[in-house]
């Protein structure tokens, strides 16, 4: 299908490439700011953007849609030529006044679509690229749930203006075209930096039957045309052939203006992975040692001729190829070029760009796999050790399982194993339900804390947050009362604690969304336990009682309180519907008298 070369304009400041078929207009504004960008704590403010931008233009009932890339951000429309050019002017439009009314529901919406998103086959780009930068590709989208209004509109001022901008269009833009975006310095892509503790050539292990083999490149037409040669061959061979796959594909994720991320990869049938595995890395060793035909690299070369193309989608593919290059800095290749260096491609070349790209190849295999050939090595570990600084023990007394934090990081030692992150290398840190921390390093290194297990570890908590200040990301902002429970504790002696450890694990599990801890005590109700006032309830755990394990009450439900001594420990009775509930052996004895201060005077608000 041969259609015009797309060629290039400029409107207001923004480049427009733009070929000319017939047909719907295809249209697409494309923005040099992606996933790469971000950070792993606002990872998804990109996203949260491109929704808020899109969300005035819901109603115009147009074939429309935004994405996120590694690299790019794209706003697309098919339809008119009227529709398409009003589409791109109030993309712009809105951009400079996002709809951020919207802003809850948009993060409503994220995190549903979150739940369908999928990272790399195995993981394998932040095995290459740790939790930052392509890495994040990989990783759940923390940005959105936490990000505030100006934090956006910083994002979408610094990102979205003409500087970062380009248009594609499958038809010539009209005079009337309008493109009004603010102007600001461009920011260039950063480059593709590997992790310092990345092994290349090995592999990794993934879910499912997929096999793939991803290589970071320059973009070369001898590289393109030995993968393409190399997914012809094991779609013949596995599919055709034998039958243990049922599709393979090909795919090109730009990184930079010279560098891309070339993955290819196949489907093997259930039970014969390693059959699978061995033919597919036998097929790109042979495509490498340089056993191509001519007529398999003439083929390969001429199948990437734009003209060549029966596809509908090309002309604007290629329109967005040229658009994107451009806005990348990398001149875009015309076809002349293109046919210049389609024609000196031979067997040797294709031979020795594929072998220089598998240095760096990750095989990704299905789990319990063996790996073949040279990516039978095992990845790298990222080293760990141990800082030094304050010991914290748990509550239970398990010295096998320690933390230390000090003033350049924490570890975490269980048993001989260590696994330490510094604060000049974390990039995040989580806070998870039930009061437990998530500390990230840049290059996958990671501590996981359970800080309620922990003797004084709500300070601890404070700490790290404060070490690491707009890296915090709050997914229980209801952790603090997690932390209360540790408060009101402190004071209870180390061998209490181990004993009632079920118990404390019990009411922390189950304690109301908001409801606050004020005071706990070890005491007996119908069976060994613990007795806690919250802000809400009194309630009574115990792991011991046959019935139930919670027996609980409304706090404005209670008629009266009183203490008494008992003969092993103090006694605390509550009156309840002219009932009369007594919690016995009260541990330590100030507590019953705290108790009672903090349950009574009925009716008034109770007494932290």
């Known amino acids: 299908m041969r259609f015009p070369e797309p060629q290039r304009t400029e409107i207001d400041g ?39 931008a899109l969300a005035s233009l819901s109603s115009a009932r147009l074939d429309m849609n935004g994405s996120v890339g590694m690299l790019t951000t794209t706003f697309h429309v098919a339809g008119s030529q009227d529709e398409a050019e009003r589409f791109l002017a109030e993309v712009c439009q809105s951009l400079s006044d996002l709809h951020l009314d919207r802003l809850d529901l948009e993060r409503r919406i994220l995190r549903t679509e979150a739940l369908r998103s999928g990272g790399s086959p195995g993981g394998s780009l932040s095995a290459r690229f740790g939790a930052g ?9 923390f940005g959105p749930a936490g990000v505030t209004k100006e934090r956006v509109e910083s994002w979408c001022r610094t990102w979205f203006h003409a500087s970062q901008a380009t248009v594609w269009m499958t038809r010539p833009p009209s005079a009337g075209l309008r493109l009004p975006l603010s102007d600001a310095a461009g920011i260039p892509p950063p480059p593709p930096v590997p992790s310092p503790h990345l092994v290349t050539p090995s592999h990794l292990h993934g879910s499912g039957h997929t096999v793939s083999c991803s290589v970071v490149a320059r973009r070369t037409m001898p590289l393109y045309a030995a993968l393409a040669i190399a997914r012809q061959r094991v779609f013949d061979e596995l599919r055709l052939e034998r039958g243990l796959s049922y599709s393979t594909y090909l795919y090109e994720d730009r990184l930079g203006p010279d560098h891309s991320l070339l993955t290819l990869s196949t489907d093997v049938a259930e039970g014969h992975e390693t059959d699978g595995i061995a033919r597919f890395v036998a097929i790109l060793e042979s495509v490498a040692s340089g056993e191509a035909s001519t007529e398999e690299v003439e083929r390969a070369c001429q199948s990437s001729m734009p003209w060549s193309s029966n596809d509908p989608s090309r002309p604007a ?8 290059g451009d806005l990348i800095g990398h001149e875009p290749t015309t076809w002349a070029e293109l046919e210049r260096q389609a024609s000196e491609v031979g067997p040797p070349s294709v031979g020795a760009a594929l072998t220089e790209a598998l240095d760096t190849g990750l095989l990704v295999v299905p789990d319990d796999a063996e790996p073949v050939g040279r990516f039978s090595a095992e990845p790298a ?13 748990r509550w239970d007394g398990n010295r096998v399982d320690e933390v230390v934090a000090g003033p350049t990081g924490v570890s975490r030692t269980m048993g001989w194993s260590v696994s330490s992150v510094s604060y000049e290398d974390c990039v995040a840190v989580i806070l998870a339900p039930r009061g437990s921390m998530w500390m990230i390093g840049r290059w996958g290194s990671e501590v996981s804390l359970d800080l309620n297990q922990l003797r004084h570890g709500h300070e601890l908590a404070k700490t790290i947050r404060e070490r690491v200040g707009d890296r915090f990301i709050d997914l229980e902002e209801d952790a603090i009362g997690w932390f209360s429970l540790q408060t009101a504790i402190e004071s209870h002696d180390v061998t209490s604690i181990a004993e009632m450890w079920q118990e404390l694990e019990l009411l922390a599990t189950h304690r109301l969304a908001g409801e606050r801890i004020l005071s706990v005590a070890i005491a007996d109700h119908r069976g060994r336990g613990i007795v806690a006032v919250t802000d809400q309830r009194l309630l009574h755990v115990s792991t011991t009682r046959a019935d139930a394990q919670f027996l609980w009450f409304i706090r404005t439900a209670i008629s009266a309180v009183r203490v008494s001594s008992g003969l092993r420990g103090a006694r605390l009775q509550v009156v309840i519907d002219s009932r009369t509930y007594t919690f016995d052996r009260v541990r330590p004895r100030s507590q019953a008298a705290e108790f009672e201060l903090i349950l009574s005077p009925l009716g008034d608000e109770p007494q932290p």
Do not use: K, N
């Open 381 to 393: 570990e990222v080293p760990s050790r141990r800082v030094q600084g304050r010991l914290y023990v």
């Open 133 to 141: 930068s392509f890495g994040l590709v990989d990783w759940y989208q």
């Open 317 to 324: 593919f290629e329109a967005a190829r040229m658009a994107v």
């Open 14 to 52: 923004v480049p427009v490439w733009y070929t000319d078929v017939p047909g719907p207009c295809l249209a697409g504004l494309v923005f040099r700011v992606g996933q790469c960008d971000e950070t792993l704590a606002i990872g998804g403010v990109t996203h949260l953007v491109e929704h808020l």
